[in-house]
């Protein structure tokens, strides 16, 4: 059960819809984008791995150890902010449920556990599951996202997620990705990084890029 069954990795992709324009001020004029990369939010954090399952302590520790391994990965966007992208974020928690997913358990490990685990896939997997998470070319907020229902969204790793916008008075955004038996991951977070061209919203789930039993 791995991901090994993955598209090559895109060199470009643009979403090319007026919804993610980056927002318009009060007086009509485009707002410029801060140039914060998503890869200083997440290194921020020094704590490394917690019992918090609601922060990024794995997803983090996982684009370090793709980048160290090969420095001129595409998952290297993360650290330039003047590259306009949105990306998924799946908390600690989603790691471990991955991991307990894949190794029939119900038990979740702990979050050094279930990083070793996700790195014992093998760094190209590991790089490849990271960009299906990335959309480059497009700021995508709160706000346009919820106008997104149905949108396909190209991802780094040359595959689409979609966005299923849903919800009667309040309205919830969740990400349909390869695998049809297991659940889609829903955003729980918004607009990590906002203001800036690198954006993020968190998901309690992960992307999976193939279908997996």
């Avoid at 069954?5 to 090319?16: D, E, F, K």
Wanted: proline share 4%; no cysteine; hydrophobic share 45%.
């Amino acid at each position: 059960m791995r991901f090994t069954r993955l598209a090559a990795v895109a060199t470009t992709t643009v979403v090319a819809s007026a919804l993610f324009a980056a927002p318009a001020s009060a007086h009509g004029k485009t707002k410029p984008l801060g140039t914060k990369s998503l890869a200083a939010v997440l290194t921020a954090d020094k704590s490394g791995f917690d019992h918090r399952g609601g922060d990024y302590d794995i997803l983090t520790a996982a684009v370090l150890a793709v980048l160290k391994a090969k420095p001129s990965s595409q998952v290297k966007v993360l650290t330039d902010g003047k590259v306009a992208l949105t990306a998924f974020l799946p908390d600690d928690r989603a790691f471990q449920k991955l991991v307990a997913d894949l190794k029939n358990t119900k038990r979740l490990p702990s979050e050094k556990a279930a990083f070793t685990a996700v790195a014992g896939l093998g760094i190209n997997t590991v790089e490849s599951v990271l960009l299906y998470h990335v959309v480059p070319g497009a700021t995508i907020d709160r706000k346009a996202a919820l106008k997104a229902d149905g949108a396909s969204l190209k991802t780094a790793a040359g595959s689409s997620i979609k966005v299923d916008v849903y919800g009667h008075h309040w309205k919830r955004v969740k990400l349909i990705d390869a695998d049809r038996s297991d659940r889609d991951p829903r955003v729980i977070r918004f607009d990590i990084n906002k203001g800036n061209r690198q954006i993020a919203h968190g998901i309690d789930a992960v992307l999976r890029p193939i279908n997996l039993p």
